[in-house]
């Protein structure tokens, strides 16, 4: 599928206000760097008290350039996206923010013909001016135009993303995941292992709420999600991610994003109504 006609409300949606942080540019203790005082991003992983990688740190996802989404999109993108949004320009996204399935041409699309039909039913019904409304979840959360930051812990890893201010909590302490969830969940319920030096991260339990991207492709309750991080150095960390969802795509389909550290840097506090001021002019002429 190539057609990402929800952008407009999804990206009005997730416009925020980001407030300087007061430790840009801090030289972050224990950073490698080379002779110029860089950090030195092709320094060796560095490792947790336990041997395994320790995959700390804020990380951005590698940017599909502008005459990339031109190609992959075609001219809706000028209409979809307010393009001198500051922070949300073309070519500050992953392809995947925009449509997860753009890798699939139309023929061989997994989603399922009632998924498809409540895909447009959903971008037919939406109302722009519901902004500051919506929820992203995942992927969406860290495909945008901001990072995400990793804290690893000998029993918990916590994902904290710039966008929307959420967090996930991934327990590596053995547990595993419940057959049935009582309270389903916008960001699901995560447990991890490792299998050598990569950390794998089962999620599920999540409430039906919230788009796979922005085109605004659909999941349902069912939704499981493998996630697969492997960190090759200091600076890069290859994220793979695997989307099973019986109910409305007929096989699993996996996406990979590599990510780049952002070394002496931190997320930023993303508030989406606080200087928010396009609510008052949707729908006027």
Known sequence: MKTPSALPFVFLALAATAAQAQWLNFPTPGTPRTADGKPNLSA???????????????????LT???EVRRLFGARIDSAILVDVPGMEIGTQHKYALDILVDFP?????????????LRKRAANRNPADVCTEFAGIPLSDL????MKIVQAARLTMILYEVGNSHRQIYTDGRVLPTEYDLPAYLGYSAGHWEGDTLVVETAGFNDKTPLDAAGHPHSEALRVVERFHRRDLGHLDVEMTFDDPQMYTRPFTIKVPHDLLADSDIFESVCSDNEKDRAHLGKP
């Open 44 to 62: 060796p992983t560095p490792r947790a008290a336990d041997g395994k990688p320790d995959l700390s740190g804020v990380w951005m996802h590698e």
């Open 65 to 67: 350039p502008v005459a």
């Open 106 to 118: 139309p023929e061989n699309s997994p989603m399922r013909p009632e998924t498809a039909a409540l």
């Open 144 to 147: 945008l135009s901001e990072p």
